[in-house]
């Protein structure tokens, strides 16, 4: 017996950094994937409630195991039986993409 449909969110976030030799110059790197790593550490995910359930299903960036990556992007889901339930952990996650301190010399688009 089907009780309720949940409210769904999929969400994402493009994080870039800055490019560069990793085993050459990688100071001058800004590594995107450590950003969204720090983004992600700081989300809650799984049951945050009774009624509602987060996740960050992908991640994807880089391009090669000698080059610091430039881009990331992840990709999670809010769901609720609740439809109000979402707000707070959407705007946690935008906040956790985009605060200076996930990683200084990155930026984070918010899609």
């Known amino acids: 017996m089907i009780v309720g449909s949940p ?55 880089g391009t090669a195991i000698n080059v610091v990556p430039e881009h990331c992007t992840i990709t999670g889901e809010v769901r609720s039986l609740v439809p109000s339930a979402p707000r707070r952990p959407l705007r946690r996650w935008s906040t956790a993409c985009t605060r200076r301190r996930t990683c200084p010399t990155a930026t984070a688009t918010w899609i």
């Open 7 to 61: 409210t769904h969110y999929r969400v994402q976030a493009s994080l870039r950094g800055a490019a560069a030799h990793a085993g050459i110059r990688p100071e001058d790197g800004r590594s995107a994937i450590l950003a969204a790593s720090r983004a992600i550490a700081s989300m809650r995910l799984g049951r945050l409630d009774e009624d509602t359930t987060a996740n960050v299903g992908t991640v994807t960036g």
